[in-house]
């Protein structure tokens, strides 16, 4: 007995020991914000969140140092992000007061036709090799938010990027830890331009280790000196649709020089007072917004943070989001998406019928109708930009062009290749797209900036975020530091249709006695790892007219301001 008390004992040491408590704030926050007056920058690496941090301090606008950070990522966390993928942002105009969207996915190439698709006997677009490829938006999109906000020339925006893909920088520990599991991937298809880019000495770097890519630095050179047409026109473009159609796909030097991004407007949903704002399909941003809809309905006054009954109900939202996300949800201009129907109030009652006491399984509701980087700036003139970008499956297709320093995405596997679905393949269509920024105002003022990246996650991540913010009274840090709640096994836009009630994974701190009684209610409960994205916000205090920021202890991220 002597000896069980003393086990006791010990281990309460031990975790006392670990636990690093702070004397401020919750018990699993990793810190307190960051505060500053002038302007604020949340990153998911702190090389990054220094270089946007320089710019502002040099006059430039928070979309200057966006873009600015937005390129050393795509050299430093290759594993997420690069110029080989889409881009899309949300923008609070500090002089104007007034919200923007853009869209700067790409489009598929206009001669590939699903009948090709079909005769090669695939039920499904493959994740890598050339036909997952699509036109890449974000460079177009960086000249489309500095042509109507920015203020530097793109030249000194684009030089610390140049500056770092020449000199060298030290890979941190969880970007070499994804290369390494790039590298394991890609052995498979043995992609010889992956090696030569991404390898050195034919190893993926360790943490530590400098890493450079010349070859990235001249093509962030052509776009600095020949703007948008450097990459969608000329010997970059040339390259690209040359070494795709050696590779067997379809995507043209016309498909690139024909692209352009869309500026849209943002569309909102009211959540106890707060106005959140995504980004229209081909997004999944309203997800988020249909969940908060359904939430609404639930007093989380009487409902504790972590408590059975608050994953049960958020986890039963997300199911009946997601059913109307595979079903509805797709490029606009190809299909009638009835997001005014999705966002309304009678159908987001109608919808919270459907959920019970126990586990459910939902179909989407009948409406008649006709691995991502993610980082956020504000500057001292107000203005606030919201901004994801992402390749997809992490690094993209394994599609390398020779001596252009970046993969290209694979976004086109998120295409249905059954007929008749509002995801369906067609010729110069953009795909559903996982890819979402958030922004929040209240009673017409910014009030938080903020992303969760992540895939299939990030609605998720979005109201995760807003609920311990607004219903659980967590700060800005706290938010994302709170253990979060993952859900798969619905269906997809893919044409995947659920079998059953999915999976819920729990990040550590959540009580045994809730995963127990989440169990009888029907739920499959388990773990999951590196699956709870990434976060990073700024929020706007008015009172004392100073910028908060918060990054994400799961990544490598940081947050500063000045």
């Not at 309460?12 to 004397?23: E, G, K, M, N, T």
């Not at 969608?232 to 498909?255: H, M, N, P, R």
């Not at 993610?374 to 107000?382: F, I, L, P």
Request: aromatic share 10%.
């Amino acid at each position: 007995m002597k000896k069980s008390i003393s086990l006791v004992i010990s281990l309460c040491c031990v975790l006392i020991s670990l636990a690093q408590d702070r004397v401020t704030g919750r018990a699993f926050a990793t810190r307190s914000e960051v505060i500053a007056q002038n302007g604020m920058v949340a990153t998911s690496h702190p090389l990054a969140t220094q270089i946007a941090l320089d710019i502002l301090k040099k006059g430039g606008t928070a979309i200057d140092a966006a873009i600015a950070a937005n390129a050393a990522l795509g050299l430093m966390e290759p594993t997420g992000s690069g110029i080989g993928g889409d881009l899309f942002a949300i923008i609070w105009d500090g002089e104007t007061q007034t919200i923007h969207g853009l869209n700067a996915s790409g489009r598929s190439p206009k001669s590939l036709t699903l009948d090709y698709l079909k005769s090669q006997g695939l039920n499904a677009i493959p994740p890598y090799g050339p036909l997952p490829v699509n036109v890449p938006g974000a460079v177009d999109g960086w000249f489309e938010l500095h042509d109507k906000f920015g203020s530097m020339p793109m030249e000194a925006i684009l030089a610390p990027a140049i500056a770092y893909a020449e000199n060298g920088f030290p890979v941190t520990e969880l970007i070499a830890y994804y290369l390494q599991s790039a590298q394991a991937n890609f052995s498979r298809y043995d992609f010889q331009n992956f090696k030569d880019t991404y390898l050195i000495n034919g190893k993926a770097p360790v943490k530590g280790q400098i890493f450079k890519n010349q070859d990235l630095a001249n093509t962030y050179k052509i776009i600095a000196s020949k703007g948008r047409d450097g990459f969608y026109k000329g010997k970059v473009a040339k390259t690209i649709a040359d070494y795709i159609q050696s590779k067997g796909g379809f995507l043209s030097e016309a498909d690139l020089n024909s692209h352009h991004s869309e500026w849209v407007d943002p569309v909102s949903v009211n959540y106890r007072g707060y106005d959140v704002w995504e980004l229209p399909p081909n997004g999944q941003g309203i997800a988020a917004l249909q969940m908060l809809n359904i939430l609404e309905g639930y007093d989380f006054s009487e409902i504790p943070y972590g408590s059975t009954e608050h994953i049960h109900l958020f986890t039963e939202a997300k199911k009946l989001a997601f059913e109307d996300r595979a079903k509805y949800y797709a490029d606009m201009d190809f299909y009638d998406v009835p997001v005014e129907k999705l966002l309304s109030d009678d159908y987001a009652d109608t919808r919270r019928k459907k959920i019970g006491t126990q586990a459910g399984m939902y179909d989407a509701g009948s409406i008649s109708n006709g691995e991502t980087i993610y980082m956020t700036v504000a500057d001292k003139n107000g203005t606030m930009i919201s901004l994801i970008q992402s390749n997809y499956r992490g690094m993209g297709s394994g599609m390398v062009p020779p001596q252009l320093g970046f993969m290209l995405q694979d976004r086109g596997e998120l295409f249905s290749l059954t007929e008749g679905q509002a995801n369906t393949y067609e010729p110069g269509k953009r795909p559903f797209h996982t890819i979402i920024p958030a922004f929040i105002t209240k009673e017409g003022l910014p009030f938080m900036s903020f992303g969760v990246m992540g895939g299939d996650f990030q609605p998720m991540g979005h109201v995760q975020i807003i609920m311990n913010m607004v219903d659980f009274g967590m700060n800005l840090q706290e938010a994302g530091d709170a253990p979060r709640i993952d859900h798969s096994g619905t269906s997809t836009p893919t044409g995947v249709r659920a079998t059953s009630t999915g999976k819920i994974s729990l990040e550590s701190g959540f009580d045994y006695e809730v995963i127990r009684a989440l169990m009888q209610k029907g739920h499959n409960v388990g773990f999951a790892r590196g699956s709870y994205g990434g976060y990073q916000a700024i929020m706007w205090d008015p009172k004392n007219k100073v910028y908060l920021g918060a990054s994400e202890s799961r990544k490598d991220g940081q947050a500063a301001g000045y």
